[in-house]
């Protein structure tokens, strides 16, 4: 059970994770099963088949929704696999209001497969609450928001959205996957649901896929719960024993990943191949204050300008240390071409529209030397 009173380094090494109580073993054990005892008709021990429940993931479940401060957690095969979930609460005839600057993958969700079942979206800056409130219909059930957005770095003031979510009885989720719960914390700034993909800083490994829900709202656990059951796209005990291990260590390594940001947004920000820097933490981003307010750090996702796609190429092509690679939240420092990773199902015109640009380049900073990562980037982009 969860202690409010402890704090957060101490919640995310013991709740959900008390020793196992018939060896001992302080690390939650890895329950590879399918199916379990019964002991009798309709009786059982708390488990009859992995699919509806397993003592790994109740553990990191339980684990989440104590970070983020929800009733219920409830871990997906993937991050998609989450944010399909949830939009099984609604049914034909729906109407979400959804950032227009949400991770691509989310974005070819909500345009190419989900409307197919008589559900509708209106994409619109989020940024400005007022943009919410126009796009709001008789007929909308969900307010789904990112932010920091993917890859451009744009906030959503939570409190705000979440005020005009409730004043039209509306839940409101909120994707936390780039700032974890470590340095923003949407439930108690009034969101409904959060969503991670927790195969980025939540294993913070590169070792394995995996998606959280977490609610407040008994009702909506209630539904989850049941959608993890029927349609089976749960996360996997291996994969959950593998998160409960990234958890224990989200402090110290979001610490880090805080300082290497900082310090490698400050020397894009001053170096001369970069026109432009796309950090919370800089005070030349426009929603710097908004990111005091709500966020405790502003983390290692850094989006920057090189001018032009041959740019990009040669700078992804030069970097030693840094990966090119599609992720992020790693321990080690990713970079990647928005345009043709993340992005790449969205037309060039939504592209061109949300900004992000053939020159537009993204950082996952690690926690490697920070001199290393600095000397990096300094020698790839003298390529330019």
Same mark, same amino acid.
């Given at each position: 059970?969860?202690?409010?009173?402890?704090?957060?380094?101490?919640?995310?090494?013991?709740?959900?994770?008390?020793?196992?109580?018939?060896?001992?073993?302080?690390?939650?054990?890895? &329950?590879?099963?399918? !199916?379990?005892?019964?002991?009798?008709?309709?009786? +059982?021990? /708390?488990? *009859?088949? @992995?699919? =509806?429940?397993?003592?790994?993931?109740?553990?990191?479940?339980?684990?989440?929704?104590?970070?983020?401060?929800?009733?219920?957690?409830?871990?997906?095969?993937?991050?998609?696999?989450?944010?399909?979930?949830?939009?099984?609460?609604?049914?034909?005839?729906?109407?979400?209001?959804?950032?227009?600057?949400? &991770?691509?993958?989310? !974005?070819?969700?909500?345009?190419?497969?989900?409307? +197919?079942? /008589?559900? *509708?979206? @209106?994409? =619109?800056?989020?940024?400005?609450?007022?943009?919410?409130?126009?796009?709001?219909?008789?007929?909308?059930?969900?307010?789904?928001?990112?932010?920091?957005?993917?890859?451009?770095?744009?906030?959503?003031?939570?409190?705000?959205?979440?005020?005009?979510?409730?004043?039209?009885?509306?839940?409101?989720?909120?994707?936390?996957?780039?700032?974890?719960?470590?340095?923003?914390?949407?439930?108690?700034? /009034?969101?409904?649901?959060?969503?991670?993909?927790?195969?980025?800083?939540?294993?913070?490994?590169?070792?394995?896929?995996?998606?959280?829900?977490?609610?407040?709202?008994?009702?909506?656990?209630?539904?989850?719960?049941?959608?993890?059951?029927?349609?089976?796209?749960?996360?996997?005990?291996?994969?959950?024993?593998?998160?409960?291990?990234?958890?224990?260590?989200?402090?110290?390594?979001?610490?880090?990943?805080?300082?290497?940001?900082?310090?490698?947004?400050?020397?894009?920000?001053?170096?001369?191949?970069?026109?432009?820097?796309?950090?919370?933490?800089?005070?030349?981003?426009?929603?710097?204050?908004?990111?005091?307010?709500?966020?405790?750090?502003?983390?290692?996702?850094?989006?920057?300008?090189?001018?032009?796609?041959?740019?990009?190429?040669?700078?992804?092509?030069?970097?030693?240390?840094?990966?090119?690679?599609?992720?992020?939240?790693?321990?080690?420092?990713?970079?990647?071409?928005?345009?043709?990773?993340?992005?790449?199902?969205?037309?060039?015109?939504?592209?061109?529209?949300?900004?992000?640009?053939?020159?537009?380049?993204?950082?996952?900073?690690?926690?490697?030397?920070?001199?290393?990562?600095?000397?990096?980037?300094?020698?790839?982009?003298?390529?330019?």
């Amino acid at each position: 059970m969860s202690n409010t009173k402890l704090g957060f380094s101490t919640r995310a090494i013991h709740d959900g994770q008390a020793p196992d109580p018939r060896t001992g073993a302080v690390t939650v054990p890895l &329950y590879l099963t399918s !199916t379990y005892e019964l002991q009798g008709i309709e009786q +059982h021990r /708390g488990w *009859e088949y @992995s699919r =509806v429940s397993n003592p790994t993931r109740d553990a990191v479940e339980a684990s989440l929704a104590s970070l983020e401060g929800g009733v219920s957690g409830h871990a997906f095969g993937s991050g998609m696999a989450a944010i399909a979930a949830l939009v099984t609460m609604l049914k034909v005839g729906d109407h979400v209001v959804c950032g227009d600057n949400v &991770y691509g993958g989310t !974005t070819r969700l909500f345009t190419q497969v989900i409307p +197919h079942h /008589g559900i *509708e979206f @209106s994409f =619109v800056d989020t940024s400005n609450p007022d943009n919410v409130t126009r796009a709001i219909r008789p007929t909308t059930r969900l307010i789904h928001i990112e932010t920091p957005t993917n890859p451009l770095m744009t906030l959503t003031d939570i409190r705000a959205v979440a005020a005009i979510a409730h004043e039209h009885g509306l839940p409101m989720s909120v994707d936390n996957t780039f700032m974890s719960p470590y340095f923003q914390r949407p439930i108690e700034l /009034g969101a409904d649901i959060v969503m991670h993909s927790t195969t980025k800083f939540l294993n913070g490994h590169s070792d394995g896929l995996g998606g959280i829900l977490v609610t407040t709202r008994p009702d909506l656990a209630e539904q989850f719960r049941f959608v993890q059951k029927c349609t089976g796209g749960i996360l996997s005990p291996f994969e959950s024993w593998l998160i409960l291990r990234g958890v224990k260590t989200l402090s110290v390594r979001m610490r880090q990943h805080d300082a290497n940001g900082r310090a490698v947004a400050d020397f894009l920000s001053k170096h001369p191949k970069v026109s432009r820097v796309l950090y919370p933490g800089l005070a030349s981003h426009p929603q710097h204050e908004l990111a005091k307010r709500q966020m405790s750090g502003f983390g290692s996702m850094i989006a920057f300008e090189v001018g032009s796609r041959a740019n990009a190429d040669r700078l992804l092509r030069g970097v030693r240390v840094i990966t090119n690679g599609e992720s992020l939240g790693g321990v080690e420092s990713l970079i990647s071409h928005s345009a043709t990773t993340t992005h790449a199902a969205l037309p060039q015109e939504v592209r061109d529209r949300v900004g992000i640009t053939e020159g537009l380049v993204r950082v996952s900073v690690g926690i490697e030397d920070i001199a290393d990562i600095l000397g990096d980037l300094d020698q790839a982009l003298a390529q330019l």
